[in-house]
């Protein structure tokens, strides 16, 4: 596959375009090739005292609306569509390590300063500032509007209740940082990977681990959860819908692991150059991201290499799942690109702007709206209709 170009904008390019005699940036790099830098500039047009959007020779003008701005990358045919965000949240007073947000408004996140705040994304409001962990909170994930989960530096997972805050149950047996959980049957199992190299399996009602699906290999960065081809019955009651489960593990090494859960079996292992930041699965494919900011597609069965995406160097920080065979990688350098497994799409890219160079560090889909979580402090809302009609 051609390598296209990572093209970007300034940050409040949706702003300048609404000004008659506007002027912003818009750059082009290949990998391991210098920036090409261009500007955009508005005028007026005479006639009819509309607001004209003008590009130098390396951009060409397709269209624009409220949120979103279309050009073509005239040197490598690629299509560009960015979207602004439909709103910046401000809940927090230092950089967001993880979002997750449910079919309903209410958002679950975690900054730096340790907070991990319940909020209304409609209104804004504070729900609860959740309180106990003796640290960062790495992840936070909503199982539905009233249940969260939330892992860190401490090592504990806990689960909380979103309507009254309270802890309800902690799950105790990492030794190092956890740093990813991946939950089974809505959350009577859970799984979570840490530092310590292990990925464990919970009863959570009983705060019971029932074992380790990956015994200590190298700190684990990250973990998702994937469907067999097989499926086995299992024996303990206390272990739910485990029996066709696979996980998928990042590591620091570099490595890929998939494990069957219930057999708690490795199946194999998928060396990459560099370590693996982030992974999810997309029915029977794996996407990981790299810390040299190449992006994979592994079959979930075996782990062949299917596809790669190699556009920036810039460390992949997370991916998220969309609809349609889409999904959203955020970078370190804060560049947030929709990719689609679809080869019809390779000459198309959807950019979510609004960081200025601050790294996105999580995503969150919860089929209308796409949340990006900042270092620098703001969750970025973006209507998913402003990136779908362009796939369709």
Not at 69 to 96: Q, Y
Not at 348 to 369: A, H, P, Q
Not at 382 to 389: C, K, P, R, S
Request: hydrophobic content about 35%.
């Amino acid at each position: 596959m051609a390598c296209m170009p990572v093209v970007t904008i300034q940050c409040d390019w949706n702003d300048v375009i609404r000004l008659p005699h506007g002027e912003a940036w818009i750059s082009s790099k290949f990998l391991h090739q210098t920036s090409v830098h261009d500007k955009l500039t508005t005028t007026v047009n005479e006639i009819d005292g509309k607001v004209k959007i003008n590009f130098t020779d390396n951009f060409q003008y397709i269209s624009h609306g409220c949120l979103n701005l279309v050009v073509k990358h005239v040197g490598s045919g690629l299509k560009v569509v960015f979207v602004a965000p439909s709103k910046a949240h401000k809940l927090h007073d230092k950089g967001v390590y993880s979002v997750d947000a449910s079919v309903s408004p209410i958002v679950v996140s975690s900054c730096e300063g340790s907070k991990l705040l319940v909020w209304d994304s409609t209104t804004d409001e504070v729900i609860q500032d959740l309180k106990g962990h003796g640290g960062p909170v790495y992840k936070c994930r909503l199982i539905q509007p009233e249940i969260a989960f939330s892992c860190g530096a401490d090592g504990a997972t806990k689960v909380w209740s979103t309507e009254t805050g309270n802890n309800a149950f902690t799950l105790i047996g990492h030794t190092m940082a956890v740093t990813d959980i991946s939950i089974i049957a809505k959350g009577r199992n859970a799984i979570t990977v840490s530092k310590d190299g292990t990925a464990k399996l919970w009863d959570v009602s009983l705060k019971n681990c029932l074992g380790n699906i990956i015994e200590p290999y190298g700190p684990i960065n990250c973990c998702a959860i994937g469907i067999s081809n097989k499926e086995i019955p299992v024996k303990n009651e206390r272990e739910i819908a485990t029996g066709n489960k696979l996980l998928v593990i990042g590591c620091e090494n570099g490595a890929i692991k998939c494990a069957h859960v219930a057999k708690r079996e490795e199946l194999y292992v998928k060396q990459l150059q560099e370590p693996c930041n982030a992974c999810i699965v997309i029915e029977n494919s794996i996407i990981a991201g790299c810390s040299n900011g190449k992006v994979v597609q592994l079959n979930l069965q075996d782990g062949a290499l299917i596809k790669e995406w190699h556009e920036s160097a810039s460390p992949v920080l997370c991916l998220a799942s969309l609809t349609n065979h889409l999904f959203v990688v955020g970078r370190q350098d804060g560049t947030c690109t929709v990719l689609s497994l679809n080869d019809a799409h390779n000459t198309l890219r959807v950019y979510l702007t609004g960081s200025d160079c601050d790294g996105i560090r999580d995503i969150s889909f919860n089929g209308k709206w796409i949340f990006a979580g900042c270092r620098d402090s703001y969750v970025r809302k973006y209507d998913y209709n402003q990136v779908i009609a362009y796939y369709k």
